[in-house]
């Protein structure tokens, strides 16, 4: 496994890689990990799907300062680059970039990418200027790494909706992957930030999961229920938890990330095969989770 610092040395690995390895029809081709380091098992099942579907596989750490507000936990995110690098040898990475910030940002920043229409809710209204810093970092390290295939956590759906928009409007010639959600046995996505929990936020950080699975089988079984009607009883479920503080509860198409027509509720995307995402940011104490739930909607027989 091979460690860069600096732009000049990552694309020259990968260089060097794509020229041993071209003799294969899939040897050459470069799949991309990019995270902000602290990894756990879900990082490590975007890197084994990496591995699989790619001839040479990258991983990039780097915590990027400009997709953080001034109030949020830019200088207390965790990070682990040891157990981070070991991880990483485990799963059979070819590359890992860990840039500076001097590295990737050497002088004043005048170029920002702006993806509109589906950064305008969820994580995009609570958090303004967010995916702003996210598609300007992911475009930058998608211009110094140059992959073929870039893997994406699904958790973090609205950040995979935003990135497909950017390839496709910008026609990149990236194929953005989406990977399921891991969850520990009891449900809770996993997260770099789950370690500033208290054993007792923890648990109480179950009913985000637990509200999930409940809406998701009701939309499945029950032909009648409305958009509304869902978050109305999700919302209860979460605020049941006294240490829950709701950011946010919605329901959208996906992934354009648009609200459901308030008369026509699920008909007419049950009618077509549409998806649907019922997603959720709520906080415990400091520490804000996300979770989420993506469907595709079928037509459900009405009882009689």
């Known amino acids: ?6 732009i000049a040395e990552v694309r020259s690995f990968i260089a060097e890689l794509r020229a041993e390895r071209s003799d294969t029809a899939s040897g050459s081709i470069v799949g991309f990990v990019p995270t902000m380091g602290y990894l756990h098992e879900g990082h490590a099942s975007l890197l084994r799907r990496s591995r699989q579907e790619s001839g040479i596989s990258v991983l990039s750490i780097f915590v990027n300062p400009i997709q953080f507000g001034p109030n949020e936990d830019l200088d207390r995110y965790p990070r ?5 690098l070991k991880l990483a040898e485990r799963e059979g990475v070819d590359v890992v970039f860990l840039p500076s ?4 940002y050497p002088e004043e920043r005048r170029t920002t990418v702006t993806v509109t229409g589906v950064t305008e809710r969820l994580c ?3 958090r303004p200027g967010h995916f702003d810093g996210v598609a300007t970092v992911v475009s930058k390290l998608f211009n110094i790494v140059k992959p073929d295939q870039a893997f994406f956590g699904a958790k973090d759906a609205q950040q995979v909706a935003v990135l497909q928009k950017m390839v496709n409007d910008l026609n990149m010639d990236i194929e953005i992957i989406p990977c399921p959600i891991i969850r520990e046995e009891d449900g809770l996505a996993l997260s770099s930030r789950n370690v500033y929990l208290s054993e007792e936020q923890r648990r109480e950080a179950l009913v985000l999961s637990r509200s999930l699975r409940t809406a998701s089988l009701r ?3 029950d032909a009648a229920v409305t958009p509304e009607l869902i978050m109305a009883e999700v919302t209860t479920a979460i605020q ?4 829950a503080e709701i950011d946010y509860v919605d329901l959208l198409t996906f992934p354009n990330l648009e609200p459901l027509d308030e008369q026509d509720g699920f008909t ?4 077509s095969e549409g998806s649907i995402i019922l997603a959720l940011a709520v906080k415990f104490g400091s520490t804000r989770l996300i979770d989420n739930t993506i469907m595709k909607l079928k037509e459900v027989p009405l009882h009689v």
């Open 240 to 243: 049941e938890s006294p240490l």
């Open 124 to 126: 995009g209204a609570s």
């Open 219 to 221: 939309i499945e079984s």
């Open 268 to 271: 007419k995307l049950r009618a």
């Open 80 to 84: 682990s680059e040891e157990a981070d």
């Open 101 to 104: 910030v001097a590295e990737m």
């Open 1 to 6: 496994m091979r460690i860069a610092k600096t």
